[in-house]
């Protein structure tokens, strides 16, 4: 009994400390993996991101508990959608495409 009661405390205190806020701000200079600086701006009630010339990151908004938007491959202009996660100096987006799914992890 003890440990189940261990068990739904710990799932609540996950849910609250993880939970995303349409008050997240997820403004600022983030950097891929590549080493490619991403600039991070908000626009209306949406963010958008760019390099120096491109943009990769689209209509990023609070909808329905999750943060969504899309993810624009520079070479080719493809659209991917997204969700993102912001934890601590970290976004997590979630790339989805069909049925697969990749985490990219920018770093501020």
């Not at 189940?4 to 349409?22: D, E, M, T, V």
């Not at 701006?41 to 689209?58: E, H, P, R």
């Not at 969504?68 to 790339?95: F, H, M, R, S």
């Amino acid at each position: 009994m003890k440990k189940l009661i261990f068990i739904k405390l710990f799932s609540l205190l996950s849910i609250a400390y993880y939970g995303q806020k349409a008050t997240d701000n997820f403004a600022g200079k983030w950097r891929t993996d590549k080493g490619v600086t991403i600039d991070v701006v908000k626009k209306g009630n949406s963010f958008i991101g760019t390099t120096a010339t491109k943009l990769v990151l689209d209509n990023l908004h609070f909808e329905n508990g999750t943060w969504k938007g899309y993810l624009i491959k520079p070479e080719d202009k493809k659209q991917y959608t997204c969700t993102a996660i912001l934890e601590g100096n970290n976004i997590k987006l979630t790339v989805k495409k069909g049925v697969v799914s990749k985490v990219i992890v920018w770093t501020k």
